[in-house]
């Protein structure tokens, strides 16, 4: 990989461009590595994993749909031998690996969700706190920024968004405002957004300033469930993490191990319920005599599901809600 990518050149100089990589020694451990592994990290990022794990490996193939995070991957791990970088989304797993002519892989990496630069940077439209164009697109390239889905669609759909994916209870009452304001203002930046949302939840609720002043237990932003349900959607991040999850299975070696953090309930929920399925026969044939072979466990799930300690938690804030599961793919026994 050689030159300079412009993308990471046009972001304001203000931003912190580092990424604090979360459960980093938990996640090495579990890697199980060693010299002849071949491994994935489907979430560059800014390769603080990524860094950590090429010396100890053969070869690491990273992906990252961020084209910010495509030009450091440029910038930043050119010269390393053993690192590529696939410039595809992780539910292109298979297609993306098999262009390199690799079958079998011996560990993966998903750290989901974004990383600290993408919402450190107001141009991406991430962040309630900055004023920014409401993108939000992990691929600023490609597909439909926020802001466009937003002019057009209907009050349903927008409340459904909010509702699934933010479990915000004030979902219609949010989509009601959205609609009255695009009436007579074009919805385009992110603080226009978290003042709606802000204005929607103050008719109920005291103020986020006043709760803080009057010292009330912790409580987050208003808008944050808002701009989180508006980022999973326009980025089909449960879709993505879904095809990910399926065809790791046909790409992990017997021995190797699936690591992937969330830092959401939905999320978490998925990768739970993929690493159970796919580690016990299903209860509808556990009677039979004879179990079909593609039908058989998978997986085998590897310790509990595991969280940032407390001291992880006050150097880095992100990790507060971090969830790590780890799985070993077993043998195909036919
Ligand atoms: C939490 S950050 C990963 C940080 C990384 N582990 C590090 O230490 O620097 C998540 C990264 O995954 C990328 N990402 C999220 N969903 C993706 C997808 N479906 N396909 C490819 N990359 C994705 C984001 O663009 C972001 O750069």
């Known amino acids: 990989m050689t030159e300079n990518n412009n993308s990471e050149l046009t972001m304001t100089p203000t931003h912190k461009k580092t990424h604090e990589p979360v459960l980093f020694n938990e996640v090495l451990a579990n890697l199980s590595l060693n010299t002849n592994s071949v491994v994935v990290d489907a979430t560059f990022g800014r390769g603080g994993h990524s860094a950590a794990i090429l010396p100890q490996v053969s070869a690491l193939y990273a992906f990252d749909r961020d084209p910010t995070a495509v030009a450091h991957a440029k910038n930043h791990f050119s010269e390393i031998k053993n690192f590529t970088l696939i410039n595809r989304p992780f539910s292109e797993l298979q297609v993306g690996l098999s262009e390199h002519a690799i079958k079998g892989i011996d560990g993966m990496l998903m750290d989901l969700g974004v990383s600290s630069p993408q919402l450190d940077v107001a141009e991406r439209g991430f962040s309630f706190r900055l004023d920014g164009p409401l993108d939000m697109r992990m691929n600023f390239e490609q597909g439909m920024p926020v802001s466009e889905w937003l002019a057009d669609a209907s009050h349903q759909d927008i409340a459904r968004v909010i509702r699934t994916f933010g479990d915000e209870s004030d979902a219609l009452a949010i989509a009601t405002e959205i609609l009255a304001v695009r009436e007579h203002t074009a919805l385009t930046r992110t603080t226009q957004l978290a003042d709606i949302v802000t204005s929607v939840k103050a008719k109920k609720f005291k103020s986020h300033a006043q709760r803080r002043k009057e010292g009330m237990k912790k409580t987050i932003h208003p808008a944050t ?110």
């Open 225 to 334: 469930k808002t701009f989180q349900a508006l980022r999973i959607f326009i980025n089909q991040e449960m879709h993505e993490l879904e095809t990910c999850l399926e065809q790791s299975l046909e790409v992990l070696n017997a021995g190797g191990r699936l690591c992937v953090i969330s830092f959401h309930s939905l999320e978490d929920r998925i990768v739970k319920r993929f690493m159970r399925d796919h580690s016990r026969v299903d209860p509808v044939l556990a009677g039979l005599p004879e179990i079909p072979v593609a039908m058989r466990p998978k997986l085998k799930i590897v310790g509990k599901a595991t969280h940032a300690t407390k001291e992880e938690i006050e150097k880095n804030p992100r990790a507060r809600s971090a969830v790590l599961r780890v799985a070993e793919r077993i043998r195909d026994v036919a």
